[in-house]
T-cell receptor, first 116, second 114 residues
Framework: EAGVAQSPRYKIIEKRQSVAFWCNPISGHATLYWYQQILGQGPKLLIQFQNNGVVDDSQLPKDRFSAERLKGVDSTLKIQPAKLEDSAVYLC??????????????FGEGSWLTVV | QQQVKQSPQSLIVQKGGISIINCAYENTAFDYFPWYQQFPGKGPALLIA?????SEKKEGRFTISFNKSAKQFSLHIMDSQPGDSATYFC?????????????FGTGTRLTIIP
């Protein structure tokens, strides 16, 4: 079974530029998550989708971050304009269905963003 | 709001020793407690998990101890090996339909020395 795929793996941009990250969840997984992991910290949930609808985006900085999950499969996370404090690893994760135990959340390897 | 507190931040253990990482939570709505292991350059991977109606769960060298009344849980790694060197995150999950949420602790960087 293929895992959660993310791209690009690494990105360096200047502040005020824009960047987009792509995620392809495990086939058939209804729930998709984007987490931000700053160096030395635990992952923090940015946004959670159930199919193509947003379940939770309470911690997404909506003035600069946006995310979409068209057709309930792939997802894109965009940052525009980027700030230095956005330097982090952006983790995509997926799980089969709502209400399923936490052990079924699978993470991708992350997209590493450095803002200079 | 820090809902899951984890300690220590870093831990050095000799090969063959016992590694112990502790976590505490506040929200009694959490109903599942996984531990994740993360190697450099990789995403977190589920290691072991426990439900709050169980006081202990063991899988190989890894054991979770859970104290519901104290709202604390811990990971014990027996016979620690250099390959166990990684960052460990405790987490707490709410699996209520329509309100799923996985909250991570701040992580423990574990180093096993020969």
């Amino acid at each position: 079974e293929a895992g959660v795929a993310q791209s690009p793996r690494y990105k360096i941009i200047e502040k005020r530029q824009s960047v987009a990250f792509w995620c392809n969840p495990i086939s058939g997984h209804a729930t998709l998550y984007w987490y931000q992991q700053i160096l030395g910290q635990g992952p923090k949930l940015l946004i959670q989708f159930q199919n193509n609808g947003v379940v939770d985006d309470s911690q997404l900085p909506k003035d600069r971050f946006s995310a979409e999950r068209l057709k309930g499969v792939d997802s894109t996370l965009k940052i525009q304009p980027a700030k230095l404090e956005d330097s982090a690893v952006y983790l995509c994760a997926s799980s089969p269905a709502r209400g399923v135990s936490g052990n079924t959340i699978y993470f991708g390897e992350g997209s590493w963003l450095t803002v200079v | 709001q820090q809902q899951v507190k984890q300690s220590p931040q870093s831990l050095i253990v000799q090969k063959g020793g016992i590694s112990i990482i502790n976590c505490a939570y506040e929200n009694t709505a959490f109903d599942y407690f996984p531990w994740y292991q993360q190697f450099p350059g990789k995403g977190p991977a589920l290691l072991i998990a426990i439900r709050p109606d169980v006081s202990e769960k063991k899988e190989g060298r890894f054991t979770i101890s859970f104290n519901k009344s104290a709202k604390q849980f811990s990971l014990h790694i027996m016979d620690s090996q250099p390959g166990d060197s990684a960052t460990y995150f405790c987490a707490a999950f709410i699996s209520n339909f329509g309100n799923e949420k996985l909250t991570f602790g701040t992580g423990t960087r574990l180093t096993i020395i020969p």
